[in-house]
């Protein structure tokens, strides 16, 4: 997949474009680094959806970023910050949570992605299969 990267595109835009092709994954941004296997301080996390990426890395030149499912996680997140000045950080789905991936960095993108769709079945409530109350 070739990921667009201009001054003018959104921050959503950029996420949706990237949750798209990469099946319950997604990518948040901040507005510091972090190191490899290392997480994001929730502090630096910018929300605002509507943000161009200029706004985020002022000197950001448009380019194509090439990924696969292949593609390791942190090098992912090195190379956009690396080309494109953006901090970025991938989350996972797990269940009904979405999990910072900095320990599992060194998976794939592909891998990332199964462990999402494993995730979809375990049930997060625990169900007692006998109903042990006192009967009248």
């Not at 509507?50 to 000197?59: G, K, M, V």
């Not at 950001?60 to 992912?76: H, K, M, R, S, Y």
């Amino acid at each position: 997949m070739q990921l667009a990267i201009s001054p003018d595109k959104t921050m959503g835009a950029l996420q949706k474009e990237f949750s798209e092709a990469f099946a319950g994954l997604k990518i948040a941004f901040f507005s510091k680094p972090h190191g490899e296997h290392k997480g994001s301080a929730a502090k630096f996390l910018i929300q605002d959806k509507d943000l161009a990426l200029s706004q985020l890395s002022p000197e950001l030149q448009a380019g194509v970023l090439d990924i696969n499912p292949e593609t390791v996680v942190w090098q992912f997140e090195k190379q956009l910050e690396e080309q494109f000045g953006l901090h970025v950080q991938l989350f996972r789905k797990s269940g009904r949570t979405w999990l910072e991936t900095s320990v599992s960095d060194n998976l794939t993108l592909a891998e990332q992605m199964e462990r999402a769709a494993a995730s979809e079945n375990i049930h997060q409530e625990f169900v007692d299969p006998m109903d042990y109350r006192e009967q009248a």
